[in-house]
């Protein structure tokens, strides 16, 4: 009997050591395999790009892009939006295949713009530029964010009425204020928003501008149908880059309520707690100040593919920091002459919106820096880097992992701030793997 045992022992011990070389041998072909493709992991959140291949920064983002999909769950109780290779394809893939077509030079066309998308987010420093355009642009008739409400009925979210509704903006003159709808209330306002209820005549625009939040947008919308008989549209995209601030920004206004298996009662807690949190902070940034901004710099990629243009990127750090230079290329890129401003600081003069958050971060009440900086220690290396560094003003690229996927568990990098020789901002710049030179 001891024999049999014994046997039984060494039998199962084999069979074990057997499973385990097959497993390492596995692993080591796979690494071998992958190896190839994947940068070599130097310490958390970091990339070692000497075993690199040869793909620019944003084709290997584009693949890892393709082999996952990012869902955002802001807006509830609003189905999830997903950036796919099987639905709206991400931002790096179509500047990926414009890199691979030559195509990225076709925002220097020379032309005057007439009509066009100025897509943004919630807490991107929107309300601000729309108030410098209006101020600035005499001639310039702004609608505001159609369709964003939850309240909208299902006939104004399908494809076809917001095409139709957008279209008619564009082509016509709309006496529509942005300082009319804040005046709005109750099913008023909501009748504006979500009909796109403008007044409409069948003048030609001056300069027609829709300031929009894509993510309200049918991800089914045809641009070209849009676009149709628009005279001279233009594509602005704007975006900010400290994402710890701008979820900050955004627990403030209006909360960062998301979908998720939880029930309703956890769903308030996002709203209504008082103290900004850990948890708050990666909800927020999770699905409305990385989530949303990556939606909506897809969709303004996607317009602007339709008429042959590439969006006009402004950063919301920039205006804070370097106005005179944003001013000068935002003047020209809507087809002014620059001298006609050239004693007149459109980002300062005659401004009502005041920044409400303008203490160092670390300062106000409801936040707990030292609390955040121990969980965000724990595998959230951009995010501790933005709030380490946050009095800086500093614009910063996309977090990103490893391997190109872009998550709030990766790393990210300080932008060159604009000067006189760098003057203007490439959507490219978001998306970096390593450090700027």
């Not at 179509?94 to 066009?116: A, F, R, V």
């Not at 710890?244 to 209006?254: A, C, D, I, Q, R």
């Not at 602007?304 to 000068?328: C, F, G, H, R």
């Amino acid at each position: 009997m001891l024999k049999i045992f014994l046997y039984i022992i060494v039998l199962i011990f084999a069979i074990q050591m057997y499973s385990l070389i097959n497993m390492a041998s596995q692993a080591s072909s796979n690494l071998g395999e992958a190896s190839s493709y994947f940068p070599v992991n130097d310490t958390l959140g970091h990339i070692n790009l000497h075993q690199y291949r040869n793909d620019s920064d944003v084709c290997f983002i584009s693949k890892a892009m393709q082999r996952t999909e990012m869902r955002v769950y802001s807006y509830y109780p609003m189905h999830p939006f997903v950036l796919s290779k099987k639905s709206t394809p991400h931002a790096a893939s179509i500047l990926c295949n414009m890199e691979k077509n030559q195509i990225s030079s076709i925002s220097e066309k020379k032309i005057i713009p007439k009509s066009g998308f100025v897509f943004k987010t919630a807490r991107s420093g929107s309300t601000f530029l729309e108030e410098v355009l209006r101020n600035t642009f005499k001639n310039a008739t702004m609608v505001w964010e159609p369709f964003a409400s939850i309240q909208c009925s299902l006939k104004s979210m399908k494809a076809e009425f917001q095409e139709k509704s957008l279209n008619k903006f564009l082509t016509h003159t709309c006496s529509m204020q942005q300082e009319v709808v804040t005046k709005l209330r109750g099913d008023e306002r909501r009748n504006v928003i979500c009909n796109a209820n403008y007044n409409c005549s069948n003048v030609k625009p001056s300069l027609a501008l829709v300031l929009a939040n894509a993510r309200f947008f049918n991800a089914d919308i045809r641009w070209d149908r849009i676009f149709q008989n628009a005279i001279s549209p233009s594509v602005i995209l704007l975006r900010r880059t400290n994402l710890v601030l701008m979820g900050y920004s955004k627990f403030h206004h209006g909360g960062c309520v998301f979908r998720s298996s939880t029930k309703s009662r956890k769903m308030k807690y996002y709203i209504h707690n008082r103290i900004f949190t850990l948890d708050i902070l990666l909800r927020c940034v999770m699905h409305y100040a990385l989530g949303d901004q990556e939606i909506v710099t897809s969709r303004a990629l996607q317009a602007a593919q339709k008429i042959s243009e590439v969006p006009y990127l402004i950063l919301y750090e920039d205006i804070m920091s370097t106005k005179s230079i944003v001013q000068n290329g935002l003047v020209k890129h809507l087809g002014n002459n620059i001298r006609h401003f050239h004693d007149k600081s459109i980002f300062q003069e005659d401004i009502e919106i005041k920044k409400e958050h303008t203490n160092e971060f670390c300062s106000y009440d409801d936040i707990s820096c030292e609390s955040l900086k121990k969980g965000l220690k724990k595998g959230y290396p951009c995010l501790l880097k933005q709030l380490q560094r946050a009095s800086k003003g500093l614009a910063w690229s996309v977090p990103m992992l490893q391997n190109g996927e872009i998550s709030i568990h990766g790393n990210c990098y300080p932008i060159p701030t604009l000067n006189e020789r760098r003057n203007k901002r490439h959507i490219d710049d978001l998306y970096q793997l390593r450090p700027f030179k």
